[in-house]
């Protein structure tokens, strides 16, 4: 990640606890209402320097992680000459949120927050 990219891009991504997704996975198997449905699980959305940031506290002694945010303007040109980044530009600062109410009633999955 370090020496690739030199920051990260203002991108939102869904994310959610593994420890969630043990238990939403346990609870599909006890709860007879979950039988043969799908779920989706996500606590939030984390921004790609949030995460770089985490893995740079936890991590960054053994490896170069950047947790600086790119500029829209370098994204824009990049992508004149890189197809994988102009496949990101529509995705700029923009948050995804997706519905979980389902999991949390049917599956009764109480989300940690990471």
């Known amino acids: 990640m370090g020496e690739k990219f ?8 869904p994310v ?3 420890r969630d997704v043990a238990l939403a996975h346990l609870r599909a198997i006890e709860v ?5 449905q799908r779920f989706i699980l ?4 984390a921004w790609f320097v ?4 985490a893995l740079k506290s936890e991590f960054g002694s053994y490896y170069k992680i950047k ?10 040109i990049a ?15 923009k948050t995804y949120n997706l519905e979980n109410s389902r999991s949390k009633e049917v ?8």
Do not use: Q, R
């Open 6 to 13: 030199p920051g990260m891009p203002k991108i939102n991504f």
């Open 16 to 18: 959610v606890d593994v």
């Open 50 to 53: 949030e995460i770089a940031a």
């Open 32 to 36: 007879e209402e979950a039988k043969n």
């Open 107 to 114: 599956l009764g999955i109480e989300y940690h927050y990471v």
């Open 67 to 76: 947790d600086s945010e790119l500029k829209y303007c370098t994204i824009k």
């Open 79 to 93: 992508a004149l000459f890189d197809k994988s980044v102009k496949m990101i530009v529509p995705m700029w600062g």
């Open 42 to 45: 996500n606590n939030k959305g």
